[in-house]
């Protein structure tokens, strides 16, 4: 989809994007916020600006105590060369032992990274003077400065763990400190704007190459933070501050692989280079002109297992109840206004069974109370004429894959003329006329994506490894991250798993989960009930931030993967066969990976909640955010400015997370009957249902093709009474031909075969990874020497003592061995 970075910076600084995608429903709750798809990879909203991030509401005061002067003077009132002199006193004055000076200077340094707030009057001041500061900061080698303590901290840290019961954020001042100038820098150096000078658009290509390559024979930076992330997972480092260590790891990801729009413009672009024909639509624009649908009516949708009503009384009701089946319809075709009905009380779907949760991640997938359904929105004058549009057909232009071609021939010729012809799909002899048509019509839709050419490449490097010559690995930032993760890369996914799991909302306090707050309780606990609050918001506003920050990893991390293959036939020698290497290997090596680690039963554990009541969540202090702190004394703190929070009626950090799940969840299971039947296992379908409530296009989207994946696997009577989510699956949801996703009858739907699947997939990656990167010197492709003489005349090293073991070794090896002459002449 479009860009999903971060968020929103006031109109005067960060210039809007063009590409918005305005709530389309009818509920009040969506109307009146400026919901938009950034350019730069996320989505755009007020309140929202990433650099508020990385600071908690404790640390707020602390701002008011950093405030300085330079020589005597105010920054601002200097040259440019005497800031970059004061600059290179600073970094000279890092380099000593004491590491009270070290923080005090690091402290200074972090001062202006956040713009100097204290000679500023505004907020709009104050980040553009944290721009400029650390473009500044960069030019004077600051980054290099902070990365050499950064791994000092860090090799301390591990060499003498704490073992306090208690951990703290006065644990991690140091480190804290570090990481926010190093997020800082990255954040605003990677935003690009038009107004940019040459020098800062060469600053910005030199810093994404300093942070994607191994500068002076150390591992890319991104990989130094993964390795953060497990230390603190295994306990070895449990103070370290992991929601900045998160967040400093996305936008370094972000920064050097590309944001989401940056891979839609590069599909677009190799899919013209291999000669294959151009997309269909454009996703960015179908689901900006997207309408959420209404949610599915409880009182119609009677969920999993409801009880129907006594045969009297379904006989009485039979025609209103059809007549308003027809109305709710058309109003959902048109979707002209909310269909929460109060005609008839709301019937709450049936509870399942508890013992279902014994198959989920640590038993707690049972499902919650039904959810109180919105308020109804007060009545609406009546619609004009100019409002009502009429819906041209479906958003999504459908496609039909190779297989599903030779699928549908190999069954018309066994039925017309009882043999097939394998994967030939131009021969129609002795095939009716309607089948002619039926394949006409197939190939006119027929979608070749780049996967099916890499893995066609695949084949053919298989069966000609010799002629098609040795494998060109370019060396891009995608390909360098994959190399450096590529052994530890299961225990990179884990860590982040289990940190998702302890932020997760439904997650239960437990005695051996790790402790992600270490960087937001504060050295003594409140005392009273206002400071209990504020810390409460604090908590909660940390954990939101974490799930953001994995979610928009793990998903970037995967789509990157997924197209790092493209590559291959870009780079691959003039002189031999164009090929690419079947890279999607990568995508299905940390998929596989996340499944293994029970990523989807989290997922779905993350939305075994009242999902509505999480994205309107108020866990924010506009008055504590920075920068609005810096600028202004700090007010007295009332209980009703904090129970109030801001003036969003919508928490945008969470929606996006939610959305990012959903698309990570999809991702997994697309063309996976296994990964789709742990849906079907884990009870997903409710779960996912009541998610439909929140009335927002992009969520809904992801959902209902959550649901569309499994709906041939829950069974008829599930399909008859959730028609109104059938048909808006049918509505929203790409259309594949011949797929009968409506119906119960996949031949693939067999459990034996689910195993068989993952093993082979499984072999599939081990023999890709072992070709690509385990290839060892004397390969079964490399020269052999046949002449007797020179192999017998060739020199051989041996241990100093084995003259002393000679006899020893020729008893044991040699004459001890039976040999069968007559089957050694026979074999050669």
Wanted: charged share 25%; with cysteine.
């Amino acid at each position: 989809m479009g860009g999903w970075g971060l968020d929103w910076c006031p109109a005067a600084y960060h210039p809007v994007p063009s590409l918005v995608l305005e709530p389309q429903c009818s509920t009040p709750l969506f109307n009146s916020a400026p919901f938009q798809i950034a350019s730069s990879n996320n989505f755009i909203c007020p309140h929202c600006d990433p650099l508020r991030l990385p600071f908690p509401y404790s640390a707020a005061i602390q701002f008011s105590t950093q405030k300085m002067h330079v020589q005597g003077k105010e920054w601002l009132e200097l040259e440019e060369d005497a800031q970059k002199a004061y600059v290179m006193g600073l970094l000279d004055r890092l380099e000593v032992v004491s590491r009270e000076r070290r923080l005090k200077v690091a402290r200074a340094v972090l001062y202006l990274a956040q713009g100097t707030f204290g000679e500023c009057d505004s907020e709009v001041d104050v980040l553009h003077w944290s721009r400029y500061n650390c473009f500044l900061l960069y030019q004077m080698g600051t980054f290099s400065t902070f990365l050499e303590l950064l791994h000092m901290e860090i090799d301390q840290a591990c060499s003498s763990a704490l073992r306090k019961p208690a951990i703290s954020i006065a644990d991690s001042t140091e480190l804290r400190v570090l990481l926010s100038v190093m997020y800082l820098m990255v954040e605003n150096i990677r935003l690009e704007r038009e107004t940019d000078s040459c020098g800062w658009r060469t600053a910005r290509e030199t810093f994404r190459t300093e942070l994607s390559f191994s500068m002076h024979n150390e591992e890319p930076f991104a990989l130094l933070l993964f390795s953060m992330v497990t230390k603190f997972c295994s306990g070895l480092a449990p103070h370290f501050p992991i929601k900045k260590v998160l967040l400093l790891l996305w936008k370094v990801v972000m920064f050097t692989l590309g944001g989401f729009e940056h891979l839609q413009a590069l599909k677009v672009q190799k899919r013209a280079e291999l000669g294959l024909p151009p997309l269909a639509e454009d996703s960015i624009q179908v689901v900006k002109s997207m309408r959420a649908a209404s949610p599915p009516s409880y009182t119609l949708d009677l969920g999993e297992s409801q009880l129907a009503p006594p045969p009297s009384k379904l006989r009485g009701r039979r025609g209103s109840r059809r007549q308003l089946l027809t109305k709710q319809d058309s109003l959902d075709i048109y979707n002209e206004r909310d269909l929460f009905k109060t005609e008839e009380p709301a019937a709450e779907e049936e509870e399942e069974s508890a013992g279902d949760g014994e198959r989920t991640l640590d038993g707690e997938l049972d499902l919650l109370e039904q959810d109180p359904l919105v308020p109804p929105p007060p009545s609406q004058a009546p619609l004009s004429a100019e409002r009502v549009t009429f819906p041209k057909g479906l958003p999504w232009a459908p496609k039909v894959r190779q297989k599903d071609i030779e699928h549908f021939l190999e069954m018309s010729r066994n039925k017309f003329i009882g043999f097939t012809l394998g994967q030939d799909t131009d021969t129609l002899v002795g095939l009716p006329r309607p089948i002619h048509e039926s394949v006409k019509t197939l190939k006119q839709h027929k979608y070749i994506s780049i996967a099916d050419v890499q893995i066609k490449n695949e084949e053919e490097l298989e069966k000609c490894p010799m002629s098609l010559g040795e494998e060109v690995v370019p060396e891009t930032p995608c390909e360098i991250l994959y190399q450096g993760m590529l052994y530890s890369l299961p225990q990179y996914m884990i860590a982040l798993l289990k940190i998702l799991l302890a932020a997760a909302p439904t997650s239960k306090a437990k005695t051996d989960s790790i402790n992600i707050l270490a960087d937001v309780l504060p050295e003594e606990m409140p005392i009273t009930v206002l400071q209990s609050m504020k810390l409460g918001i604090d908590v909660n506003r940390h954990k939101e931030i974490i799930v953001k920050s994995i979610s928009a990893l793990l998903l970037l991390l995967l789509k990157h993967f997924k197209l790092n293959h493209i590559y291959q036939t870009l780079y691959s020698p003039p002189n031999k066969h164009p090929f690419c290497f079947d890279l999607l290997i990568q995508f299905e090596y940390v998929s596989q990976h996340l499944v293994f680690a029970n990523c989807i039963p989290l997922i779905l554990k993350f939305f075994n909640q009242n999902i509505l009541s999480y994205i309107t969540a108020k866990n924010s202090i506009s008055v504590l955010d920075y920068p609005c702190c810096t600028i202004q004394d700090l007010p007295e703190l009332t209980t009703e400015s904090l129970e109030a929070g801001d003036n969003n009626q919508f928490c945008w950090r969470n929606l996006f997370s939610c959305i990012n799940l959903l698309r990570l969840l999809n991702k997994l299971t697309k063309w996976k009957h296994s990964r789709t039947m742990m849906l079907v296992v884990f009870k997903s379908a409710p779960i996912l249902k009541r998610a439909l409530k929140v009335k927002q296009a992009m969520l809904q989207l992801y959902v209902l093709k959550l649901l569309k994946i499994q709906t041939k696997y829950l069974g008829r009577q599930w399909r008859k009474s959730n028609m109104k989510t059938m048909s808006a699956i049918y509505q929203k949801v790409r259309h594949r031909m011949n797929d009968d996703w409506a119906y119960g009858n996949d031949i693939d739907a067999r459990p034996w075969d689910f195993q068989a699947e993952e093993c082979t997939l499984r072999a599939n990656i081990e023999a890709f990874n072992s070709r690509r990167y385990d290839r060892p010197q004397d390969s079964e492709f490399s020269p052999v020497d046949n002449c007797l003489q020179s192999v017998l005349g060739q020199r051989l090293d041996l241990p100093e003592d084995f003259h002393y073991s000679y006899e020893l070794w020729l008893e044991r090896e040699v004459f001890s061995q039976p040999i069968c002459w007559e089957e050694l002449l026979q074999n050669h």
